[in-house]
């Protein structure tokens, strides 16, 4: 079933048609408050910063292009997306939480009024670190001698933005098509293309003729490939057989054994180890911009100023460029290792296969099962990692050297298209389950 006769066949049913409708109407509101600009910012200033930034324009990306007009919902579903992983982190480290997220239903919904919980803390601190970075900045986004009033004026649009983008995110997942956090992030990044291909062309050419747009015929022609080998790899699953054994269910009933597979995404981790790596290689320009207004020939200055220069990822010096982007790749190949095994636990997964009289062909059940999956794993999370890597890092610099167009504009190209392809896909197959179980219910009747 492809896109077209997907979408149509959904727009035939007065169900699926209202979650459509609904969906695309939440979205529409949502573009509708990414254009409305928090008031005291200078618009020509921003621009400028956000040219120069490759890492804001990482952050701008997850915001819609919120974060590059300084709107309403500037920090997009940074917040929320942090407090998740943080939550999903502590079902590791805590046992109360993980005995919680067993609970069923009612620790579901604990568990998400915690993250709710924490977004709000964590949109806040982020709030208040933006105002700083851009009071700092070079130029100054924001007036260096901000009132207390307008500082808290400010903190609390950017958290209530937040706030009900989470909302919005979890009425389309309630009522709508897909995940609603997903979908925000993808409608903003598409949103946002057209004016940065426009921009990103205007930049490039003189009007010479057709040979000033020959770059850009061989950077569409790589966007196509590598469109085609992230659906390849999304879509990628190493299938681990299963035999489930015959057993009494209900002490009459017999239930027959059946063979199935467990199926081991290729890219478990998704786009999540992108926005672990973001945080820690976008800390020590927060950290810098602190110090940004200490005395000139003070050493917080000097620092702040060599860091702010040399610590991007297109910077003057090459030497550095190449670490910045190793350590972004390291960071980036090291949390999906990292967040695999916190949302994939062998052990808890060998111990339902006992528990439901199901076994791999050839391995003891219990530890001997564990330790096969956990090996299986690292093989399959190595390419997942490999691959995260090379779309976010190494690609944006080889199309820069293959079509010339500078990396600074091919930095985010990567990663929209992964976070682009993967919501897609993800919520094309909702739309297609929906449209099965509806086709079975018809035929029942």
Do not use: C
């Not at 919980?117 to 260096?144: E, K």
């Not at 409608?187 to 040979?211: C, D, E, F």
């Not at 027959?256 to 820690?280: D, K, M, T």
């Amino acid at each position: 079933m492809n896109l077209l006769q997907a979408v149509y066949n959904a727009l035939r049913l007065p169900e699926l048609r209202n979650k459509l409708l609904f969906t695309a109407g939440m979205l529409i509101i949502f573009r509708l408050f990414a254009n409305i600009a928090v008031p005291g910012a200078n618009s020509a200033a921003l621009q400028t910063l956000f040219n120069s930034t490759a890492l804001l324009g990482l952050l701008d990306l997850f915001s819609g292009g919120g974060l590059s007009q300084f709107s309403v919902v500037a920090m997009g579903m940074n917040p929320y997306i942090n407090a998740s992983i943080i939550m999903q982190l502590m079902t590791v480290v805590s046992e109360r939480i993980k005995d919680i997220s067993k609970e069923g239903e009612m620790g579901r919904r604990r568990i998400t009024r915690y993250t709710r919980m924490l977004t709000v803390a964590l949109a806040a601190g982020q709030a208040y670190g933006l105002t700083v970075l851009f009071q700092n900045s070079t130029p100054n986004v924001l007036p260096t001698n901000l009132e207390w009033f307008t500082r808290l004026a400010i903190i609390l649009t950017l958290t209530s933005g937040t706030v009900m983008l989470m909302w919005f995110g979890e009425l389309i997942t309630e009522y709508g098509i897909g995940n609603g956090i997903s979908l925000v992030i993808f409608a903003g990044i598409i949103a946002r293309g057209p004016r940065t291909l426009i921009s990103t062309v205007q930049s490039h050419t003189t009007g010479a003729g057709i040979g000033d747009f020959l770059p850009f015929i061989a950077f569409g022609v790589i966007a196509l490939a590598v469109t085609a080998f992230i659906i390849e790899v999304q879509q990628a699953v190493r299938k681990i057989p299963i035999q489930s054994a015959q057993r009494v269910s209900g002490g009459t009933r017999t239930v027959q054994g059946r063979a199935s597979y467990l199926p081991l995404r290729v890219n478990q981790a998704g786009v999540i180890p992108i926005i672990f790596a973001i945080s820690i290689m976008f800390f020590p320009t927060i950290l810098a911009n602190y110090f940004a207004a200490a005395p000139v020939d003070s050493i917080f200055y000097k620092s702040s100023t060599w860091i702010r220069t040399n610590f991007v990822p297109t910077g003057p010096n090459i030497t550095m460029d190449i670490v910045y982007n190793s350590l972004y790749f390291l960071f980036v190949f090291g949390f999906t290792y990292f967040y695999t095994a916190v949302t994939f636990d062998v052990y808890d997964v060998a111990d339902n296969l006992k528990r439901y009289s199901s076994f791999i062909p050839g391995i003891r059940p219990g530890l001997q099962t564990a330790r096969y999956l956990g090996a299986v794993l690292n093989r399959v999370t190595f390419a997942g990692a490999v691959f995260l890597g090379f779309i976010t890092v190494v690609l944006p610099i080889l199309t820069s050297r293959i079509t010339g167009i500078g990396s600074q504009q091919l930095y985010l190209g990567g990663t929209a298209i992964l976070i682009v392809v993967g919501v897609a896909l993800d919520t094309m197959k909702q739309l297609e389950t929906q449209l099965i179980m509806r086709q079975y219910r018809g035929f029942i009747r």
